[in-house]
């Protein structure tokens, strides 16, 4: 198999997991979060910053680059480490995800979605079998396998159906993955916000005996306190010995919450746009650089962070940047928020290291939010 998880020690406190995820680029410390590179970059990141900041694995998106620039020129370069010029681990997601956000633009049926770029108008098909082909191509560590993401609120039965086309859809996808051996497909646990979908989907793709699992259609408009609801009786379901993967996750409560309820991996694009639109996580909770406090504060943005931006520049050269819209604002911004999840992600390692993660919780929440616990 292309990779091997291994399970290091359980928090006593909560369960939570560590482990290490043996993959063909190098080994993964977990739980982690993995920085968003949508069209083979993380936006305003060399893959050298990347690495400065520790960052151990990237994803990218398989809809944005089978538009663009075609996963037939990413393979003749040599694949996706190659094209973009890093050696750590991969992981690209299925696209379903933005297949289906596209709502009117697309249509689904049994073999797979027709839908138009939102690019140039023009019309494509996905299939299992022709997304394994792409991510074949694009050649990651860990691929997605085709679903269909239910949007939110949605009723049982068509949730239901949804959820039993995305197994039908994993066995496909299973069928055609051809590059076994350099490649983990996951499945995609799918049901929305009704438990016993959640148990039927889990109970379908176990069966198929994935190399990992993720929990798809969550954090898509419900309230947290139903999404930590849904991960408490979907966790405890998948293996224990593989890999838990929740998508498109990315604030600093629900990556500690997550983790607590048993997730080892998440993705979220949260820390490079909130940056870009000038909004830093700091160590005593999220700073507005814009705001005109800073105009004249020379201290840095983050006394506790160690990253590039706060050991070189001030709040006020930061309000600065953002106010004249320079390109610098948001590489520096990108920057500390990315170094800031993926350190808060080691703290969490240690945290259940040391049997303390309920304990490490409170006092972040305390610090960050002002409050004991959400």
Known sequence: MAIKYELIKECKQTGARLGRLHTP????????FMPVGTQATVKAMTPEELKEMEAQIILSNTYHLYLRPGHDLVKEAGGLHKFMNWDRPILTDSGGFQVFSLGELRKITE?????QSHIDGSKHFLSPEKVME???????????AFDECAPYPADHDYVKKSL????????RCKDAHTNTENQALFGIVQGGMYKDLREQSAKELIALDFPGYSIGGLSVGEPKELMYEVLDYTAPLLPKDKPRYLMGVGSPDALIEGVIRGIDMFDCVLPTRIARNGTAMTSVGKIVIKNA??????????PNCSCYCCKNYTKAYLR????????????LMSTHNLHFLIDLMKQVRQA?????????????FERYYGISHL
């Open 25 to 32: 680029h190098g080994i993964i410390e977990t739980p982690i």
């Open 111 to 115: 073999e797979g979605v027709t839908f």
């Open 134 to 144: 792409i991510e074949n191509a694009l050649g990651a560590d860990i691929i997605m």
């Open 164 to 171: 039993e086309r995305t197994t039908r859809w994993a066995v």
């Open 293 to 302: 406090k800073f105009t004249r504060d020379f201290s840095p943005l983050d």
């Open 320 to 331: 600065h940047l953002y106010k004249a819209d320079e390109i610098l604002s948001s590489r």
């Open 352 to 364: 259940i290291m040391e049997d303390r993660l309920l304990d490490f919780r409170n006092e972040f």
